[in-house]
């Protein structure tokens, strides 16, 4: 069984992390298998935007925490690092959370259930994340004696701040439903049965609509954090008088005069998925 599944439908494509006997726990497979699915979708023209899920009740439960003690600890059974096998996990690492998080096409992450060590980092590092009360948020590497890894402080630091970052990466404590709502872990939280369709609908809302506008948005949104206001704000002015020449603005101001609702051309192609 594949530790990566992954379907395209109406403009959406579906990547599901498969290792539901444990948790979705993390293998060598399945990140190389997510950064596969990443490029492949990046390069997809019949993707639109990107659903992230879990099978089996949860997200991802972090590193397996039984393959660690298989090697001899997650850094190794000798008395060092070895800096060649640190610098493939770096780079596995770049193309699976780096790549979610400045992925050129809208993520949505759907969170079934536990998002716990470095599972938290593919969670955060998508741009909407859609819960229910089953959803639960632990860092985990305190319990296991680890520092962190995933970008999962980074990403903590920037949607929630770094105090409550501090908070939840020492101490650890499990964050569930309504809080993940109350810290903006989740973006939207709904009953259990009925996220996998939410996140749909939203994934697909967001692959039918102005993909020159969105991306516009979202490298907006990605340069702000490094950027003072006055330096942000020339290129987020290029942008917007560059989505202002395609034909979606246009459409949609013809719209919003005659009261209509506006049909965006999304930058999709049914049938074209490779």
Known sequence: MSDILTS?????????????????????????????????MEADSAVGAVLLTGAGGAFCSGG?????????????????????????????????????????KPVVAALPGAVAGAGMGFALAADLRIGSPRTLFATAFAGVGLGGDFGVAWLLHQLVGPAKARELMFLSPRVRGEECLQLGLVNTLVEE???NDRAVEIATQLAHGPSAALAAMKQNLLQAPHSTLEDAMGPEVARHKETGLTQD???????FVQKQTPTFSPGWHEGASS
């Open 193 to 195: 049965d009925q996220l």
């Open 8 to 40: 395209v439908s109406q403009g959406v494509g579906t990547i599901t992390l498969n290792r539901p006997d444990r948790r979705n726990a993390l293998s060598p497979a399945m990140v190389d298998g997510l950064s596969q699915a990443l490029t492949d």
């Open 249 to 255: 603005h246009k459409n949609a101001v013809s719209a």
């Open 64 to 104: 397996d925490v039984q393959e660690f003690e298989a090697r001899g600890g997650e850094g190794g059974s000798g008395d060092t690092v070895d800096k060649e096998t640190e610098q493939q996990q770096l780079q596995r690492q770049l193309a699976t959370v780096g790549r979610l998080y400045r992925f050129p």
